[in-house]
C-alpha cells in the first residue's frame, strides 16, 4: 500500500492524520489462509520487471515466516511460475476478491494452484480481480 507517502507528506505538512480501521487484503488473506500467521513479511507488489522480481524473490528464498504479495491477474501466472523455480513447491493460498461477491481462496502447493488456474483459463479468457498470495515460509 503505497499509502504511506501521503501519510508522510501530510505530517510534513502539519495535517493531523488519523486511521481509520477496516479490511486490509494482505491481512484478510493471511486470515483466510490457514497457514502460519504469527509471524510474516508483508512484501506487497513485486517489480515488474522479471530481473528485479527475481532478485527480489531470491532475497527472499531463505525466509522463514509466511510471506505476504500482491499480484496482479495479468501476471499472476508467470509470477507462480517463478515462485516455483524459486522457492519449490511450497504451499500457497491464491486470495482472489477478498470480502466481495466473487471470492475466491485456492490453496495447495503451487504447482497445484498453476493446474488449477490453467483449468480455468481454458473455461474463462483470463483471470479477473485483485490477489493477494500467501506463502509459507521456508521449513526450518
Do not use: Q, W
Amino acid at each position: 500500500d503505497p499509502g504511506y507517502y501521503l501519510v508522510r507528506e501530510a505530517i510534513k505538512e502539519g495535517i493531523k492524520v488519523s486511521p481509520v480501521p477496516g479490511p486490509a487484503a494482505m491481512i484478510a488473506g493471511l486470515i483466510i489462509s490457514g497457514l502460519p500467521s504469527d509471524r510474516f513479511v508483508f512484501e506487497g507488489f513485486l517489480p515488474k520487471r522479471e530481473g528485479k522480481k527475481r532478485k527480489r524473490l531470491l532475497n527472499l528464498i531463505n525466509e522463514e515466516k509466511t510471506i505476504i504479495f500482491y499480484e496482479s491477474p495479468y501476471r499472476i501466472m508467470r509470477t507462480l511460475k517463478t515462485f516455483l523455480e524459486i522457492f519449490g513447491d511450497r504451499e500457497i493460498a491464491l486470495c482472489r476478491e477478498l470480502t466481495k461477491k466473487f471470492e475466491e481462496v485456492l490453496r495447495g502447493k503451487i504447482s497445484e494452484i498453476i493446474e488449477i488456474l490453467n483449468k480455468k483459463l481454458e473455461k474463462e479468457k483470463r483471470i479477473k480481480g485483485e490477489i493477494v498470495i500467501v506463502m509459507k515460509g521456508k521449513e526450518e
